[in-house]
């Protein structure tokens, strides 16, 4: 073997080894974890949130837990060395592939949401008059690559209200199937919103586009890692995701799916080498100049760490404590939940207001007891927003529902 | 002090601490080490490249050195524990503008000059039979914005060829002077050039653009860290570069600058909330979604660390590794240098061919010697690209050199 061979070889064994067998560890202690609250426990361990803060809002940034760390900072250390590894797309497309259901020819791996639909955006050749249909629940990060095309070449923004809290799915594919024109080019919407979680039928709108030539965009900023996503089953033009929330991947990790159709054809937002080689199909949008490729080391051992949990188990016990804490909830007068309450049409992001105590004076207080949450300012809604995940425990869940209730003076 | 100010505060100062305090040890073994090559002892001693060997690739991507490393994992570990630090952008922005001599709110901080590149061509509203100039010693990441923006709304791009190796820096800024036409509205052009290190008059080209109001577009992907720039001085309309070449910045670490009057009047390719507010100027296109601001945090450590050695101390050992390295290549019987030997037309990447040896061959023998290079196939060139740095030693040279010599059948 050549002695450089040889030196990159053992380095990167070396980087390897460290961060999977600490995933081995945690796979062991997760199977040896006594029944009940055990295994949970495990997995609160996994994490370096501190014991005494209690972390609601995965929806803006997931935690990172020790194995990720442990990923980015070996990559980081090796780059250091002049030894940096090299990523093997591949096999990284082929984990996404399987945990989404979708093609790994499909998948680019942009900074977040927000650049994968700028990235879709950017890449179509809308004209001025052309319609794209979206909600007043939109993320800024789903919404502003739409105002741009609207500002810089005329396109027609349309945001359409939504039911509080749903009733059913087809009243929210109703939505836009009631605000079609024949300049409608584009359908945006979220899969799942951000504002109270709730879970747009977005296989059926995208079915809905397919019949009318309308392409379909979704920013799925929260579903993967928090419940079963299949991509092939949506079968939409785009799919853009921020595997930094739920996933857990490092901050400034996103995720990009196109059909096979848009892979040859969309344009390159961000042009470097081979960006007009459309045999690369998808993966021009990767040829991006040299990138920090430690996020995509953690992006790999963050799902690793999500198969070795497992996607149901995980989504099963996101909705165990929704239920919990909507229970809870509930129980406290002046409390108006604005989430679905149906598993089927609500799931990870609990909205709610509390009568005669605006949603950021609560926020301020349950931050004095080291609680994160997050409030839902945009649009005027102001509705607090707490996203519970794995690493909450039933503890936890009862201790907020209880500075809750004493804030509300309802205890 | 509130308990979450308290937590917060205290993570963040233990955060800072580590990495700062690994710096202050430096300055003082740096002041403390004998005269001749001690401190330049001290400086490698700051790296992670191990001590066998020979990094002379800088101009792809820069080692970090460890109080970079350090500052990236202690931001990591921060927001793993939901305890993100938040970036003093102002802080930031004042010590790169101390470095370059820009004004600190003209810059913006993408990944890399390619990206940078992508925000100043996409963000321009260049028409059909416009005219973009841009020479054939342009790197991919600087070039492919505008082949991009050729093919799509049919922009004229036109190469002009460079005297290899340049004889002086009028007749540089002769071959755009000679090239313009009524159509040119942008030249785009490497400060530094990646094939050879030749040194462009930027100044006097920005100022040939001036007057002519055509838009002057500088890739300066590799000076900062290594020479001396004077951005006012320069007055370009942009300059792009990627702090993790020279300053050794986080991989993954761009940078923009762009004159006042862009600040509010260029298009932003990538949109998140605040893209039109123009009263944040330049920040608008820091607005990106959540970052990975690990990378700011090494960037900040990598100022400080060039600071710390000194800017014009850098540049001066570079140049003495360049002088030495040349004096050394000239001695070969049958190396041709292509780089400018005139301190004032070259520096840092010091390219050449030897008589009867493939580049790419010659770059495999090295780096089984553990000898890290780059060969220049661009345009086909083929010519063996090296780029001492501060951690190289002046016995790292000497083996080079031998080690060619041996190659060249010239010893």
Redesign the interface.
């Given at each position: 073997m050549?002695?450089?061979d040889f030196?990159q070889r053992s380095a990167l064994t070396a980087g390897t080894l460290a961060w999977s067998s600490r995933l081995d560890t945690f796979v062991r202690d997760l199977r040896n974890a006594s029944a009940g609250e055990g295994p949970w426990d495990v997995v609160r361990a996994a994490?370096?949130?501190?014991g005494d803060?209690i972390?609601l809002?995965v929806g803006?940034?997931g935690?990172?837990?020790?194995v990720?760390?442990d990923a980015?900072?070996e990559h980081?250390?090796q780059?250091?060395?002049?030894?940096?590894p090299s990523t093997d797309w591949h096999a990284l497309k082929a984990r996404v592939g399987t945990l989404l259901n979708g093609d790994p020819e499909g998948f680019v791996f942009p900074?977040?949401?927000?650049?994968a639909m700028?990235f879709i955006?950017?890449g179509l050749e809308l004209q001025s008059d052309d319609e794209v249909l979206t909600t007043l629940h939109e993320h800024?990060?789903g919404l502003?690559?739409w105002?741009?095309l609207a500002?810089?070449r005329g396109v027609r923004l349309r945001q359409l209200e939504l039911p509080v809290p749903a009733g059913s799915s087809e009243e929210l594919t109703d939505v836009f199937r009631r605000a079609l024109t024949s300049r409608t080019r584009v359908i945006s919407v979220s899969h799942v919103t951000f504002t109270n979680g709730t879970v747009m039928p977005v296989a059926d709108i995208a079915a809905m586009c397919r019949e009318r030539g309308i392409i379909c965009v979704v920013d799925g900023a929260h579903p993967p890692g928090m419940v079963r996503v299949d991509l092939r089953a949506i079968d939409a033009d785009f799919y853009a995701s921020?595997p930094?929330k739920w996933l857990c991947a490092?901050?400034?990790?996103g995720l990009l799916y196109m059909r096979d159709e848009w892979r040859r054809r969309l344009?390159?937002?961000?042009?470097?080498?081979g960006?007009?080689d459309t045999s690369l199909g998808a993966h021009r949008f990767n040829h991006?100049?040299?990138?920090?490729?430690?996020?995509l080391a953690g992006l790999d051992a963050a799902l690793r760490l999500q198969e070795a949990i497992g996607p149901d188990v995980i989504e099963a016990r996101i909705r165990e404590l929704d239920a919990m804490l909507v229970a809870r909830l509930d129980d406290i007068p002046g409390v108006r939940i604005m989430s679905p309450q149906d598993p089927s049409l609500g799931v990870g992001l609990i909205a709610f207001t509390v009568a005669g105590l605006e949603s950021i004076e609560l926020q301020r207080r349950l931050?004095?007891?080291?609680v994160?949450t997050r409030v839902v300012s945009e649009y005027g809604y102001g509705w607090m927003r707490l996203s519970p995940h794995v690493y909450n425990t039933e503890g936890e869940i009862e201790r907020v529902a209880e500075l809750i209730a004493g804030e509300s003076g309802g205890m």
């Open positions: 050549k002695r450089r030196l994490f370096l949130i501190p803060r972390y809002n803006t940034l935690p990172q837990p020790r990720v760390v980015v900072v980081t250390r780059v250091a060395m002049t030894l940096p900074r977040n949401t927000t650049e700028s955006a950017n800024v990060g502003s690559c105002e741009l500002a810089r921020s930094h490092p901050q400034g990790t344009w390159p937002t961000l042009a470097s080498g960006w007009n991006l100049g040299t990138l920090d490729e430690s996020r931050s004095q007891a080291n994160r």
